[in-house]
């Protein structure tokens, strides 16, 4: 979405903003939804806090509606409270955006309850949403049991329906249950959801590599790390490399867009030859992991100074005394 997007809308939220003045029973609906679109927009081109303004109003007018004709409008409200919870993580607001996760989970189990089919999914997906805000406040038990209760309904899913989206959505859920246990110091329970994620993006990639092998070799290199983690070094290096492989793979075709992920996976990489004494073997992957950071910073010296700082580090702590 670019900025010459954003008059567009908000030409609409005015049009339905007069409009509802005189006629808020029609057009009240209407400015709260262009509210919540024009609210995606400015965030998209990075004007945040005129979006938070934005999702705040719209807010205020879905409750208003929600008050009179709760089956309608509750689904609008819940969207918008999920929209203001992802805006404010995203801007590290992240005690202020736990109330209104909370809130969109609410709602969308009371709206579950009475149309499972049409709002199920949404409850599993504001969960995900909701374990991950638990999981920034450092509140780990709490964001597993929405993880939790999130990899449950998608499961349900796809017993009823496996198609390829709702296994995607599982597998992303499934990350949601590992990461908390991780944080909790559980590591040996951690693995089974990793593994779990590693065999679905697996399927999936079987049938449509351009879009899942990325999947696949984030979820490859995430095992590699829960395996280290539970001090299984030997076991962490076939993901590790498997991970490399299709990061490699992926960088040729498109460089400005893999090339980080090949670094970072070699680096990966290199540790767990050197956690398991493969010291030697380490040195290529952690040299090549350092040249790729410092091709990178040359071009973003923000964004890559310190992964080129940590690559060389872990290149010196390699080198033969």
Known sequence: MSAASIPTAEEAVDRYRRLAETDAATYLPDLANSLNNL?????????????LSCLEEAIGHYRRLAGTA???HLPGLATSLHNLACMRRDRGRHEQALAPAQEAVTIYRQLAETDPGNHLYFL????????????????????????????????????TDPDTHHLAVLAISLNAVEFPLANLGRHEQALAPAQEAVTIYRQLAETDPDTDLYFLAGALNTLAIRFAEAGRHEQALPPAREAVTIYRRLAKADPDGHLPDLAGALSRLATCLADTDRREQALAPAQEAVDHYRHLAQAWPDRYDSDAEAAAALLNGLAPS
């Open 39 to 51: 609210a995606l927009d400015l965030d998209r081109v990075g004007s945040s806090e005129q979006a």
């Open 124 to 159: 599993a997906s504001k969960l995900h949403h909701l374990a991950m805000a638990f999981t920034d406040l450092g509140r780990h038990e709490q964001a597993l049991a929405a993880a939790e209760e999130a990899v449950a309904i998608h499961r349900q899913l796809v017993e």
């Open 70 to 72: 709760a089956g309608t």
